[in-house]
């Protein structure tokens, strides 16, 4: 069941936006949509495929905004070797808005992924570190000026499994600290999408989008706008608080192809985006 806040003018809007899509090839390079929100991707979704091959499918999803994972970027890439990824990305159009999910688990790790982060032009790490190395990770945060975004993961997460979770952590820390949520996991959770984007206000950086069939803790996700998450009022809320940040679909479904229902993905939220308009 489709989310029921949407008009018809944005299905019929989506609907459109869905056929113009079906009409490039995988391969074919596409004009960047002006989207009033940074729809883009997290590379996880593309874990199969190549950094060149996921370029090209990021491409055809008419978005310059991706967030790398280390499928596509290693973290013992020499920094000669980071240099050529950013160059590879930029050349392509593509805007590094942030790497991750980077799991901070040692201290003496913490550096170097921070070195990893510099070297690939990210501006933000989406990451999951221990509870204790917060404090770690805020030093370097203002020594290097990266944003950090703390990444909920849901009921088996011992460390961060909540919004709520990763904001009371936080609490007091340097601006430059701050949220990556979910969406998924936070419904499996219990708790209320849009109760915590309100609540994460300025502390809100990042957004893993997707959708799924209910918020049991093993439910089955589906493309965007087939499920029962609040995607259209998610999308309504961030417009109304000026959100700036990105919207990054996290497709974790068909990981061997991926990009139908990714299409449909961005074609359900670009047609809400365009109800949103009048």
Not at 42 to 55: E, G, T, V
Not at 71 to 82: D, G, I, K, M, R
Not at 219 to 232: D, S, Y
Request: contains cysteine; neutral net charge.
């Amino acid at each position: 069941m489709a989310s029921p806040i949407l008009s018809r003018r944005a299905c019929l809007a989506g609907a459109a936006g869905l056929a113009a899509l079906r009409g490039f090839g995988s391969d074919a390079p596409a004009e960047f949509a002006r989207d009033d929100i940074k729809l883009g991707v997290a590379s996880y979704s593309l874990r199969k495929f190549p950094r060149a091959r996921a370029i090209e499918m990021v491409r055809s999803l008419r978005t310059p905004y991706i967030c790398i994972k280390e499928f596509h970027l290693a973290y013992n890439s020499t920094p000669e070797e980071l240099a050529a990824a950013r160059k590879e990305c930029e050349s392509a159009g593509l805007q590094i808005l942030s790497g991750g999910v980077i799991y901070l688990e040692k201290q003496e790790d913490l550096r170097r992924m921070f070195d990893y982060a510099k070297g690939a032009g990210m501006p933000m790490m989406i990451c999951a570190p221990k509870r204790p190395l917060v404090g770690e990770v805020e030093k370097l945060v203002k020594e290097y000026n990266i944003r950090a975004a703390i990444h909920n993961h849901g009921p088996e997460d011992k460390e961060f499994p909540t919004p709520q979770s990763v904001l009371e952590a936080i609490r007091g820390t340097d601006p430059r600290m701050g949220l990556c949520m979910d969406i998924g996991h936070t419904a499996r959770s219990g708790q209320d999408v849009l109760e915590w984007i309100d609540k994460a206000g300025k502390r809100l950086f990042d957004i893993h989008a997707k959708d799924m069939v209910d918020t049991s803790r093993n439910a089955r996700n589906v493309p965007v706008g087939e499920g029962i998450l609040p995607v259209a009022a998610m999308l309504r809320l961030l417009k109304k608080l000026d959100y700036k940040d990105g919207v990054m679909l996290e497709y974790e479904i068909d990981e061997d192809n991926p990009l139908p229902g990714m299409r449909e993905s961005f074609a359900y939220m670009r047609g809400v985006l365009a109800g949103l308009r009048g």
